[in-house]
Structures are given as C-alpha cells and as structure tokens.
C-alpha cells in the first residue's frame, strides 16, 4: 500500500469532519437558543480537533511541506471528499439536529470499528474521539425526540428534514478503490458491515419519536468522488478566505 | 512521584510544572489535570509529552507554550509532544485537582453511570459546588467548553458546570 493511498483514505474520513465541523460553526451566534448555540459550536470544535488530528497524520504522510492547514484550505473543491450530507445547509433547526443525527449514529459506529484499526495512529485518534461523539449522538438523538413528539409544528419540520436527507443516507457506506485497498490491508473500516446497525439504531430512534421513515430507495451520491451539491462552493469560498487571502497566514 | 498511574515525570520537574496551570480553569495545574503523560531530563533538555483532553481543546497549544517558558525560565531546553493514545479519561485528574476543581466552583465528575444518569434520566445526583446540595438539575448537555455541562442548583439558585464524564 502506497503512502498516497492512506492520504486519500484519511481525507476520506477527516473531510466529513471538516465540513460538518464548518457547517456547525456557522451558527455561533446565531442558534435558536443560547444552549443548542453552544451545544452545536462545542460539536464543531470536537469535529475541527479531530479533523486536525488526522491532517496533522496526513500531512506527515505526504511531506512536501504539507501541514494541517494546506491539507484544511489550499485543496480544490473536486479534492474534498466528504459525503454529501454533511455539506447540506442550516436550513432551520431541524434540518440541523436531523443532519447531525443521521451522520451521528454512523459517525459513532465507524469510528468504534477504527479503533481497532491496524494504524496506530487511526486506531489513536479513534479512541479518542468516539468518547466526544458519543455526546454527540447523545444530543442529537434527544433532539430527534423532542422534535419529534413536541408540536405539531416541531414534528412536521422534523419529518420534513428527515425526508429530505434520507437521500443522503446511502452515500455513508459507498467506497472507492483506494478505500477498499486500505480496508484490505485492515487499516479501514469495512462500511458495509456498519449498514444494518446504521439503519437499525436510526430506524428505531425514528419509531421512539413518533416519526415515519422514509420509504424512497432512491439514494443520491457523488461528495466522496468529490462531485459536491451547489452548497459546496459557498462553504469552501468561506471556509479558505482567508488563506486565499494571505497566503500561508498562521494565527 | 506517582500522581497518576503510567505516567512518568522526572523528580525535579515537578516544582516547574505544578506551576503551569490549564488556562480555562486556572486554579488547576496541568499535573492536577493528568494531561502530562510524562517529563523526562536528558543532560539539560526535557522531553515533554501531553495529551489533549479533548481532540479540539484549544487551550493545548497555550499549555505546550507555557511548559516550554516555564523549563527556560528555569534554565532547561526543552521540546513538547502532543500524544493521543492513551486517551486521557477524567479519572486521570487528581483528588487535588477534583478539590480545586469544586473549590472553583466547577463540580467534579460522577462515575460513568451516575454521569450517564444525570446527563440523560434528569437524575438529581451532582452536588451543588456552593451549597452542596444535590437538588440539581441539567440546563444544557453542553457548557462553557465541550468538557462541560451546564448546571443549576434549586436551592441556592446558582448555575453552575459540571465537569462530564469522559472514560
Ligand atoms: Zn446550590
């Protein structure tokens, strides 16, 4: 297995966090209650550290000067290999708390299989942030609930969001070649063992709030080869100012 | 020196480093903590490794700086490391820092299953760092820093955080 291959497996799986982590960030100061303002900001924060923890690894992997920040900005967008669903928009609070749910139970399930990976560091940066994500599918999930069996208004917003990200579910288990060289080598995480307990635990957390789940089998995909929905670009044109800006600016 | 278990820290390092305290709760040393896995003397240069408590802490960049001003300021070189693995839990801070922790204000965490129990059930099972009293109740799963909850006593009527859990 060749250095360059890990490299694109890590971004494969830090992207998620990246991204996520930016899409959270853009409530700070501006969540429907100084509470899940914080909560969602504190989230960020959790995906921005362990996103630098494996850019810090990637960058080592790929030398050149690389470093955390040129792996974090200086990529193009077909480069960034999130799925598509974490990209999606803050489009009202439950689109959010759905958002962060449906990557939530998969996020926890990944990342308790990358603990047993055969990369030190992987299995490291695993252990270490399947304790914080665990709080995160804590919130979330309480917030499906009392979305869910609140108003009437909450529940329909809730099962609107829902239904509009179920496209978005199937994308979570898809690989590439390199991901299943790197599962191969007993380094990644086999998605498609996750599948069933993904759709299970997120099924079942649906029944608990009184919500439907969606029948469609029509799935959508495309962020993990790097063809992103149209929310891409503005995430990136913010995200990447201001080293676009001042080039190799540091803090 | 055996504050923690499997960490290693090198006698006449310990004067230096109980003096660098965590700079989000500055009552705390970073011994106190348990982020120092270990300090190792080599001539005159110190090897340092710390881990984050958690993965986004912002505050391990200012502690890695303070470590290094403090050992210079006391005439070594010295290099940090930022580790990962063994991740560090909250059973790693000491009786002292739990008391310092409380003194501060900031209640200590419940062993995982009355964490699991206040976080989620709305037990009433945190103590009251003012008044003592466990007639508390969460507020927010998430506090002023992702290591914390917020809290409020309903007898004193004082919010207050609770230090989470983290095994
Ligand atoms: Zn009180």
């Not at chain 1, 193009?76 to 439950?94: C, G, I, K, M, S």
């Not at chain 2, 340092?48 to 006391?74: E, F, H």
Request: hydrophobic share 40%.
């Amino acid at each position: 297995m060749m250095k360059e291959e890990l490299y694109e497996y890590i971004l494969g799986v830090a992207d998620n966090s990246l991204i996520l982590g930016q899409r959270l960030g853009e409530l700070c100061g501006h969540g429907p209650s100084l509470e899940t303002d914080i909560a969602c900001t504190n989230i960020s924060l959790d995906l921005f550290g362990q996103t630098r923890s494996y850019f810090q690894y990637a960058a080592k992997l790929i030398g050149n000067d690389a470093t955390e920040d040129t792996v974090a900005f200086l990529r193009t967008e077909r480069e960034y290999r999130n799925v598509l669903l974490v990209e999606q928009p803050n489009t009202d609070f439950a689109y959010t708390i759905a958002r962060q749910f449906l990557f939530d139970v998969f996020h926890f399930l990944f990342l308790d299989q990358l603990k047993n990976s055969n990369d030190l560091n992987l299995s490291a940066i695993a252990n270490k942030a399947i304790k914080e994500v665990s709080y995160h599918q804590r919130f979330s999930t309480d917030w499906i609930k009392r979305l869910g069996d609140g108003t009437p208004e909450s529940a329909q917003r809730i099962q609107a969001a829902i239904d509009d990200l179920w496209r978005y579910t199937d994308e979570l288990f898809h690989t590439s070649n390199i991901d299943d060289k790197i599962i191969e080598a007993g380094i990644g995480v086999n998605l498609s063992e996750l599948k069933d307990p993904y759709y299970s635990r997120v099924i079942q957390v649906l029944e608990e709030s009184k919500l439907v789940t969606p029948e469609s089998k029509w799935f959508q995909k495309g962020g993990k080869a790097g063809v992103h929905t149209e929310h891409m670009g503005y995430i990136l044109s913010d995200m990447q100012y201001m080293q676009r800006t001042f080039p190799n600016m540091t803090w | 020196m055996t504050v923690i278990q499997g960490v290693h820290i090198d006698e006449q390092l310990i004067p230096i480093l109980e003096k660098v305290s965590d700079p989000e709760i500055p009552v705390l040393s970073i011994l106190e903590m348990g982020v120092v896995r270990s300090a190792q003397l080599d001539k005159n240069h110190v090897y340092v490794k710390i881990t984050p408590t958690y993965s986004g802490c912002p505050a391990m960049d200012v502690i890695g700086d303070d470590i290094n001003r403090a050992l210079k300021k006391a005439g070594y070189t010295s290099e940090v490391e930022l580790v990962l693995s063994p991740a560090w839990t909250t059973d790693w801070i000491t009786p002292k820092g739990r008391a310092a922790l409380e003194n501060y204000g900031i209640a200590a965490p419940l062993n995982p299953e009355a964490d699991k129990a206040v976080l989620l059930e709305g037990k009433r099972l945190v103590s009251c760092p003012q008044c003592s009293s466990k007639n508390t109740r969460m507020v927010s799963q998430f506090g002023s820093t992702a290591c914390k909850a917020q809290f409020q006593c309903d007898d004193c009527l004082e919010p207050f955080d609770y230090f989470k859990c983290l095994k």
